[in-house]
């Protein structure tokens, strides 16, 4: 996960600021990551992804977003996504084109650069998330579609009765990419890092959680204390991938 994420987050940064033509940093936050601990829970988190679009009211149906959802696909379904045409690759053609006629500058040659070494098209796979194992692809799936429509029909009749209304979709491609909500930012609110309602559940996750970062801070103070043989507790990343230090073996079960 901490690989996959710098490298989307650094992709997506790098292209989103070629195409407005700035730089800087793009995300202010570290991504998010909460352990499930019931199924029910993981469905939830099913629902509120792809009814995200809705929830903060820019549309009143999932299916009316523009932008890309799996919305219509199946888990195990494919689809083929083309690298697009701006950003990091609106240069793609016209080093294309230039190699196809001497250049009569090589200097001013090499500073068009090179193409890109991604692939021009790439599978994105649906893959069922890891609850209700007794139910199959097929069926689990036919359990979110009924629950985002009840979502999705919440929300308009929460909207009706306060009269609002949805930002609809002309008004959001309208929008200026640096605009921002005008409602402030909770700058020092809670990060949770377990989803249940089981309250047990919750509890046990969390005690999880305290176990490891006691023992990581105290591998930590051992290491920089000089002793080089630590071994590093189970769910260890930066020491274990970028210094290639040893880590317990995963717990059973």
Same mark, same amino acid.
């Given at each position: 996960? %901490?690989d @996959?994420?710098?490298? @989307?987050?650094?992709?997506?940064?790098?292209?989103?600021?070629?195409?407005?033509?700035?730089?800087?940093?793009?995300?202010?936050k570290?991504?998010?990551?909460?352990?499930?601990?019931?199924?029910?829970?993981?469905?939830?988190?099913?629902?509120?992804?792809? /009814?995200?679009?809705?929830? =903060?009211?820019?549309?009143?149906?999932?299916?009316? &977003? +523009?932008? @890309?959802?799996?919305?219509?696909?199946?888990?195990?379904?494919?689809?083929?996504i083309?690298?697009?045409?701006?950003?990091?690759?609106? #240069?793609?053609?016209?080093?294309?084109?230039? #190699?196809?006629?001497?250049?009569?500058?090589?200097?001013?040659?090499?500073?068009?650069? !090179?193409?890109?070494?991604? +692939?021009?098209?790439?599978?994105?796979?649906?893959?069922?998330? +890891?609850?209700?194992?007794?139910?199959?692809?097929?069926?689990?799936? =036919?359990?979110?579609?009924?629950?985002?429509?009840?979502?999705?029909?919440?929300?308009?009749?929460?909207? #009706?009765?306060?009269?609002?209304?949805?930002?609809?979709? !002309?008004?959001?491609? =309208?929008?200026? &990419?640096y605009?921002? %909500?005008?409602?402030?930012?909770?700058?020092?609110?809670?990060?949770?890092?377990?989803?249940?309602?089981?309250?047990? /559940?919750?509890?046990?996750?969390?005690? #999880?959680?305290?176990? @490891?970062?006691? =023992?990581?801070?105290?591998?930590?103070?051992?290491?920089?204390?000089g002793?080089?043989?630590?071994? &590093?507790?189970?769910?260890?990343?930066?020491?274990?991938?970028?210094?290639?230090?040893?880590?317990?073996?995963a717990? +059973?079960?």
């Amino acid at each position: 996960m %901490p690989d @996959f994420m710098e490298y @989307f987050d650094s992709l997506l940064a790098r292209s989103l600021n070629a195409m407005r033509g700035v730089n800087g940093t793009v995300f202010e936050k570290e991504y998010g990551l909460v352990e499930v601990t019931e199924d029910e829970k993981g469905l939830e988190h099913a629902v509120y992804t792809l /009814a995200n679009p809705c929830e =903060a009211h820019l549309v009143r149906r999932s299916k009316q &977003w +523009p932008g @890309f959802s799996t919305l219509r696909m199946q888990y195990g379904e494919s689809r083929a996504i083309e690298r697009p045409k701006v950003g990091l690759w609106k #240069r793609d053609e016209v080093v294309e084109n230039t #190699r196809r006629r001497k250049a009569r500058d090589p200097k001013r040659a090499r500073r068009r650069g !090179k193409s890109s070494v991604l +692939p021009k098209r790439v599978e994105l796979r649906l893959v069922r998330p +890891p609850v209700c194992g007794q139910l199959s692809d097929g069926e689990l799936r =036919a359990e979110v579609r009924p629950r985002l429509d009840g979502r999705e029909l919440e929300l308009i009749e929460g909207r #009706r009765e306060r009269g609002v209304d949805v930002l609809g979709v !002309k008004k959001v491609l =309208a929008q200026p &990419w640096y605009g921002f %909500p005008g409602r402030p930012e909770d700058m020092f609110g809670t990060n949770p890092g377990v989803s249940g309602k089981n309250k047990w /559940a919750r509890i046990e996750a969390l005690q #999880r959680r305290k176990e @490891f970062v006691e =023992a990581y801070a105290l591998a930590r103070a051992r290491f920089l204390a000089g002793v080089r043989d630590v071994l &590093w507790p189970f769910g260890t990343w930066l020491m274990r991938v970028r210094y290639g230090l040893a880590c317990e073996t995963a717990p +059973p079960g």
